[in-house]
């Protein structure tokens, strides 16, 4: 059945898989978010253990889906995965680092005889939630921003720019991007713990993560206004009908009107987000995160659709415009994609295992109590 | 295809890797024995209710999560790190080798990562019966997630179900189920998975032993030791045999390799394994030095080992290098230069194609096809280039070995001692045991060796040597990667031992 589909179409649908799986990875992000608030909402021990163990039993996921994100591309579009790894090197390089000392962190932070001390692993999940969160922000910028880097006869990658991809934290877009991202995720993490922690044994930590909420919220809106003023008034590559590549004045503004679902996405996403933020700040509701979550998801969706449909490429080349890259020349083959998508099949069995697993672990706020049998 | 290529570079990028994926191997095996070990523990628990195998498993589930976190940390820089340093690989066989690991993504590390969860803080959150699956679950997705990579990395070690697009330059999937149950991917993966839950047992083993030694803990201790013994020499066993196929099918696919961890220069038949040798390290091909100053050798077992006869004839390094026409064996001599046929004729074809010229490319195209099957042999200088490091691959085959009989006999004797109750007073076996973990430690790390330094020069066996594979980057770049990654492992690794140290030091709950 998938077999008989055309290549355009899988490639479609495997952009349409991967966009999701960004999508779920900018929610996740709440973990990054929350592990931040530790430096400035959590101000006792026991507010700094109740913040950690409500996080450290998701922190594997956003681990997990960033993974899958790798692996998707790897799969599906191997070009991109090759030409972004290989050519804008230190970003990546740097962005995993910041999530090899995370994974570590949750787990070593309390252990007596740590090496680095309680702090040293604090500082730790601070520099993933902040560093880690705006580098990949500035790297998903290039997807609009583009790159320098040209492909040889054999589309092996040659990158032309001496700072070897950490010039993409140079650019006030893909900045915005990271810095409107790490202050999205601080507004989830704040929303993920009001939602997880039992306040009784810390009343004075609800109000503070409320406060942050509202105020994370507020710097976040400034980078996202930026955004998106910027994509609608940014040039962009387009692909013509005989497969030549070039510039399009309003390239992203023409993109996200050519398809009304890019629209309804995009509103409808900032608007569950503004109403988790309102409903949390003034009317003291704890289940902000499921609307900020989706809300999250939804812009996600349209930023990857932005940049990968309507013949748009989804990493130019600077340097070299006719190397740039769109989900149709960077992609695996026909029969991959189709095995691939047989696989994917599985996902929603995935996805039903995990929320079983989540609604039976969270059924019971996170309370001081429940830390006495096993805690971080 | 590529117009230098800058060996300092090359050996930094595989310094790299053979770093990152080092210090992986120090924790993914404990976490792929341990996870079953401590399954085994709770099973017993959730049967008899017997409170002290509760504190018995989470005692061992604690330190299973202090490596857990560190080989999660080490593993996905072994993922990404294809993408940043090698970029051309990826992109030639992204369509094959991705698949595997987006899979493992799918259906292996959110098993793994969901469930840990649950084993870890559910004790109290979920039923009895509920975690107890959960604990299983770990252990099921994380041996899942061996699978997919270690079916990847048989793929590189035998290049099946694909083909080669000349348009394209790239490798390309026809047949998934070839690659996924290729002979290699199955050997690999029970051979790797069985070392692993002898290496968890033997850790467990080590630890309990020191406790005994200490005369501490001396209930737990023993049912630890009892499990992890029983456990630990199945698994051995079932390594002697898989090991065994392992070494046929490098017979078969990768006779190189084979003819390297024997440092089997000369080929002959019957053909003895040896037992024990001291290289002589100043042996080159084709000179008259003996290969060994001492050797101690099983008469007609390499022949058995690798043509399943007792005479079968086992090509030795100067036949796969240059060739044996008697024994009907092409030599990378050869193969060069059929190789540097299949490069021109890529090259002619891609040029014919973009001047349009159809004769031309129809041509250049029949010449390729019929030789590409040597197409990596183009790339070398020197047919010598074909052949990896003898002496790492010596003495890591024969130590993997020699330790992995070693095993079996130290686990018979603790089953035997630990049946009779008569292990506290068995203190030279709990000294020989405290130890153990450290030589399986070695036993790992130089099966791995075997593994991959065999499979050098090539990134794919025969198809693309890692000189190709690699991304374009100055040497400085990835050595200085090379020593952020070392000194950043090495501060996690010296966390992990103390942090490890002293919660062993501390020991369980007492019953």
């Given amino acids: 059945m998938i077999g008989s589909l055309d290549l355009s179409t899988l490639q479609a649908i495997w952009w349409l898989l991967v966009s999701v799986i960004g999508a779920l990875f900018l929610f996740l992000q709440f973990v990054q978010g929350g592990q931040t608030l530790l430096l400035d909402v959590a101000k006792t021990e026991d507010e700094k253990t109740l913040i950690v163990n409500s996080l450290g039993v998701k922190w594997e996921l956003t681990f997990t889906t960033l993974v899958l994100f790798g692996g998707a591309i790897f799969a599906a579009f191997p070009k991109l995965y090759a030409t972004s790894f290989g050519g804008a090197y230190w970003v990546w390089i740097a962005i995993l680092l910041t999530f090899v000392i995370q994974a570590v962190s949750y787990e070593y932070r309390k252990k007596p005889n740590n ?71 601080r507004v989830l ?72 679902i890019n629209i309804i996405l995009l509103l409808g996403g900032l608007g569950l987000v503004i109403w988790s933020v309102f409903i949390t700040r003034f009317r003291s509701a704890n289940h902000g995160i499921w609307f900020g979550g989706l809300g999250t998801i939804l812009v996600g969706l349209t930023v990857f659709f932005l940049v990968g449909y309507n013949n748009s490429c989804i990493y130019p080349s600077l340097t070299h415009p006719q190397a740039s890259l769109t989900i149709y020349n960077a992609s695996s083959t026909h029969y991959t994609l189709t095995a691939m998508t047989y696989v994917a099949m599985i996902i929603p069995f995935v996805f039903a295992y995990i929320v079983y697993v989540w609604r039976a672990m969270d059924f019971k706020k996170l309370s001081l109590d429940d830390l006495k049998e096993k805690a971080y | 295809m590529v117009e230098t290529i800058d060996i300092g570079m090359v050996n930094w990028s595989r310094a790299l890797f053979a770093l990152t994926a080092m210090y992986h191997w120090i924790f993914a095996p404990l976490t792929l024995g341990l996870s079953w070990i401590i399954a085994f523990y709770e099973t017993i628990y959730y049967r008899t209710g017997d409170e002290s195998w509760r504190k018995l ?109 000349p348009d394209t330059a790239r490798f390309e999937m026809q047949d998934i189920m070839a690659v996924i149950f290729s002979p290699v991917a199955i050997s690999k993966f029970t051979h790797t998975t069985s070392s692993s839950f002898l290496f968890a047992s033997l850790f467990v083993v080590s630890v309990s032993s020191w406790y005994l030694l200490k005369q501490r803990h001396l209930k737990m201790a023993k049912r630890s030791i009892l499990v992890a013994s029983v456990f630990g020499l199945v698994a051995s066993l079932y390594v002697v045999f898989t090991g065994d196929e392992a070494a046929f099918q490098d017979a078969r696919h990768q006779p190189m390799k084979l003819a390297a961890f024997e440092a089997h220069y000369v080929g002959d038949s019957p053909s003895g394994l040896i037992a024990f040798g001291i290289m002589n390290p100043n042996k080159e091909l084709r000179d008259d ?14 022949s058995l080992l690798a043509k399943r006869t007792f005479d079968g004839y086992v090509p030795g390094l100067e036949d796969l290098i240059y060739g044996n026409p008697n024994e009907g064996i092409m030599g990378a001599v050869q193969k060069m230069k059929r190789g540097k046929i299949a490069v021109a004729s890529l090259a002619d074809y891609k040029a014919a194609k973009l001047n349009d010229d159809i004769l031309a490319s129809k041509n250049a195209l029949e010449t390729f096809r019929a030789h590409e099957a040597y197409f990596g042999y183009g790339f070398f200088e020197q047919p010598e280039q074909a052949l990896p490091s003898v002496g790492i691959m010596f003495y890591s085959f024969h130590i993997m070995a020699g330790l992995g009989f070693l095993f079996i006999l130290i686990f018979i004797l603790f089953i035997v001692f630990g049946f009779k109750d008569k292990l506290s007073q068995t203190g030279w076996l709990l000294k020989l045991g405290v130890p153990l973990f450290f030589l399986g430690f070695i036993a790992q790390e130089a099966g791995w060796l075997v593994a991959e330094v065999g499979r050098q020069p090539w990134a794919i066996q025969s198809m693309l040597p890692v000189s190709i594979a690699r991304t374009n980057l100055d040497s400085g770049t990835v050595a200085a990667t090379f020593f952020i990654f070392l000194g950043l492992f090495t501060i996690l690794l010296i966390a992990e031992i103390k942090i490890m140290l002293t919660q062993i030091q501390h020991g369980p709950e007492e019953v």
Wanted: proline share 2%; aromatic share 18%.
């Fill in chain 2, 57 to 165: 498993t989470k005692f061992w589930m604690k330190l299973f999560g202090i490596n857990f976190a560190i080989g999660v940390a080490t593993g996905i820089i072994l993922e990404f790190e294809f993408g940043t340093n090698w970029s051309n690989y990826s992109w030639m066989v992204g369509d094959i080798f991705g698949a595997p690991l987006a899979i493992e993504g799918i259906a292996a590390f959110f098993l793994e990562s969901t469930f840990f969860a649950v084993m870890f803080f559910g004790w109290n959150r979920v039923s009895k019966r509920f975690h107890l699956v959960s604990t299983y679950m770990v252990a099921i997705g994380s041996n899942l997630s061996a699978l997919w990579i270690l079916v990847a990395n048989a793929w590189m070690q035998y290049p099946v179900g694909m083909t080669f697009n």
């Fill in chain 1, 115 to 185: 090496l680095l001390g309680q702090k040293g692993y604090e500082i730790f999940l601070f520099i993933n939630g902040s560093v880690g969160v705006l580098l990949i922000g500035a790297a998903v910028g290039t997807f609009f921003t583009g790159a320098n880097f040209e492909l040889n006869e054999y589309n092996f990658v040659t990158w032309t720019h001496p700072l070897r991809g950490l010039e993409a934290a140079f650019n006030y877009f893909n900045i915005s991007l990271g810095l409107f991202l790490v202050f999205n995720a």
């Fill in chain 1, 189 to 260: 993490g704040s929303l993920y713990l009001l939602n997880n922690i039992d306040f009784n044994s810390a009343p004075d930590l609800e109000k503070r993560l409320r406060q942050s909420t509202g105020m994370n919220f507020l710097i976040e809106f400034v980078f996202l206004l930026i955004v998106l003023v910027s994509l609608i008034f940014m040039s962009g590559y387009g692909v013509t009908e005989d497969g030549e590549i070039e510039i399009v004045a309003y390239k992203y503004a023409r993109n996200l009107i050519a398809n009304p």
């Fill in chain 2, 289 to 302: 030095r003996n290969a060994f100053y001492l050797k101690v050798k099983f008469p007609r077992m390499l």
